[in-house]
Every structure is written in C-alpha cells, then in structure tokens.
C-alpha cells in the first residue's frame, strides 16, 4: 500500500508546483535544476530568470526525491532532463598512478552532467556520483 | 487485508508501473565525442535490435524520429535490464519493442510492424515464438 501511494504522489508531483519566495507559483516539470547560492535556493527553468524558492537544498530534496537527484552539494537537478555526461577532469590522466584505489573509484565518480534545456553543464561530485550512476543505470 | 483487495492493489500497482515506468533512459554511445555517455529517453525509441545497420555491428536503439543510437550491450542484456519496463517487449530474435509506438500491424505468418515516425515497416518483427505473448499484452 505504501509503495502504492509513494508511486502516485511520485505522479502527482511532476504535475504540481512549487511556491516561489514571491509568491509565484513555478511548474515542477519547468524546473531544470536547483542550486543554492549564498544561502537561497534558485530555481533555475529554460530561457527564464531564476526564480529564488524558500527553505534549503536539503528540504527541496525530500520533497522532491524520485523526480531530482542530488550531484553535488549545491546541486539538484531533474532526472527526466538528464542528457549525458561528460568527463570533470579530462586532461589529467599522470595524476592517476599516485592515487590509491578508493580515490580513483572517488574520481571515476565524479563528472559533469548536460541537461535537456541549458548549455550549463552541472558538477557531479564523488560523494553523490555513486548514487546517481546507479539511478541511471550506468556500471550496473 | 483480504485477498481480494490485495489483488486488486496489485493490478493497480501494475497499471501505475504503466504510467510511470521503473526505468526512463538508457545508457548509450554519444554523437557527441566530448560526451562519456548519452541518456536515451526511452518513451522516444520504437524497437531495438541487433540487426546491423549504417555499416554498425552493435544493438541499435531506433527512434520515432528515425534516428539511431548504439549500445555496445547485447539485446539479451539489453532485455534484462528491461524486463521491470511495461512498454517493452522481446517479440523475436532480433527484436525488442516499444509496445506503445505501435501505429499498423500486417498479419502473416509473424507479424510486420509499423512504428510511430518511421514510414517503412520491421518486417518479421514478431516472430511465432513470442506471438502469443505479444497478442496477449496488446489486449
């Protein structure tokens, strides 16, 4: 039953909205990613201003878990405008000989993400990498 | 709960699975060579298989806009990794579909089919084995 109801809200959620500091009411499906910036939350959406939303990153991530995913402490992004990956650090393979295997993993982690509806591309670190490969189905 | 309603929560649960799927993108090789790995919307492709094409050797994931895109997985691989996604289904040895870009259907001994977006049918495409599977979820 709880499944059942997680599933539907999961649903529900792409079609509701979310209210922004003033008072504006912003589509969750609009909504590229979030990113905080001196302690507010923006609501970044294509080819529109940031909209600054209430609360921090990690409220906005509870609220909208299985539609956005975390990559990096000032990023949540949504999953459905998730379009590749690139290479962080693609010019520094003579490093790699002195790291120990758990920080290749680490570095092997990290990326950075393209988005459907901006040419940004969006930082992912170690700490959340693992989680988002696994989301998307990569290295499984 | 009785088992009647637990049933019934089931189906529903399955008929959910159908509008929001387990499994939206799929891991393949970028146009792009800047790019690690390109996110394929699954809800775009018609059907992929092994077949070769455009002078590739890999699984080819056509779109409903008529454009490919390669895995370096084996369909059976690709299958598996499929097998939760309510839109898809193996319908022959080369073949697994997208259930819902369907748009004709010539019967024959296997069935040809045609997709959304794509003007020339996949012949054979549902081949005898998986037949009765296929009828039975177009139903």
């Known amino acids: ?140 | 709960m009785p088992r009647g309603e637990t049933d019934l929560l089931k189906q529903v649960l399955e008929k959910l699975m159908y509008l929001d799927p387990p499994i939206k993108k799929f891991p393949v090789t970028p146009e792009d060579p800047a790019m690690a790995v390109y996110f394929l919307d699954l809800k775009d492709v018609c059907y992929i298989t092994t077949k070769s094409d455009q002078g590739r050797e890999e699984t080819m994931f056509m779109t409903s806009g008529g454009k490919a895109y390669f895995s370096n997985l084996r369909l059976t691989e690709i299958e598996k990794r499929l097998k939760d996604h309510p839109h898809y289904m193996r319908t022959s040895k080369f073949y697994v579909i997208n259930l819902t870009k369907i748009r004709g259907l010539k019967v024959s001994s296997a069935r040809d089919l045609w997709f959304e977006g794509i003007k020339e049918p996949v012949v054979n495409a549902v081949t005898s084995t998986y037949l009765a599977e296929f009828e039975k979820k177009l139903q």
């Not at chain 1, 589509?27 to 609501?43: F, Q, W």
């Open chain 1, 1 to 140: 039953m709880s499944e059942m109801l997680k599933r539907i809200e999961k649903i529900l959620l792409t079609e509701k909205s979310v209210i922004a500091k003033d008072g504006t009411f912003v589509p969750v499906k609009d909504i590229l990613y979030l990113t905080s910036k001196r302690g507010d939350v923006l609501a970044i959406l294509a080819g529109k201003k940031p909209i600054t939303l209430p609360g921090n990153l990690n409220a906005w991530e509870k609220l909208l878990r299985g539609l956005f995913v975390q990559t990096h402490r000032q990023y949540l992004v949504a999953l459905d405008r998730i379009e590749g990956t690139f290479e962080r650090f693609p010019e520094e393979p003579e490093e790699e000989k002195r790291l120990t295997r758990a920080e290749l993993r680490a570095k092997d982690d990290e990326c950075e993400i393209s988005l459907r509806g901006t040419a940004k591309r969006i930082p992912v670190t170690a700490v959340y990498g693992q989680k988002l490969k696994k989301t998307l189905g990569i290295g499984v």
